[in-house]
């Protein structure tokens, strides 16, 4: 059962990934407001960009790693439990905000 104390709005577990093809939209998605300037389509499918290792909508600003499309955010990052075993493994790997909030 994921720890609720953690805050999804300043996580950036599942943000991560040298993969460009890393973030798929789903049906799911059709509806949200993603801009279009993040997204590029190849094969008939529809990804979010990442760049330099990131997501391009990942704020890294002043020590946070904040979604700025929170709101609208995809499916696939919606369906990442802060807390679970795969958003400590992913936090670990990525060393995102350091290893303390991993020892909880
Ligand atoms: S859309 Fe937001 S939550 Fe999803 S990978 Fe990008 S920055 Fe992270």
Not at 68 to 88: L, T
């Amino acid at each position: 059962m994921p720890d609720v104390s953690f805050d999804c709005v300043s996580c950036g577990a599942c943000c991560f990934s040298r993969n460009p093809r890393y973030l798929e939209l789903l049906p799911w998605d059709a509806g949200r407001s993603l801009p279009e300037t993040g997204l590029f389509t190849e094969d008939g499918r529809t990804f979010v960009r990442f760049d330099c290792g990131h997501c391009i909508h990942l704020d890294l600003s002043n020590g946070k790693a904040a979604c700025s499309i929170y709101e609208d955010r995809p499916e696939a990052c919606r369906a990442f439990r802060a807390g679970s075993f795969e958003w400590a493994k992913a936090r670990r790997a990525n060393g995102v905000m350091g290893a303390s909030l991993l020892n909880h």
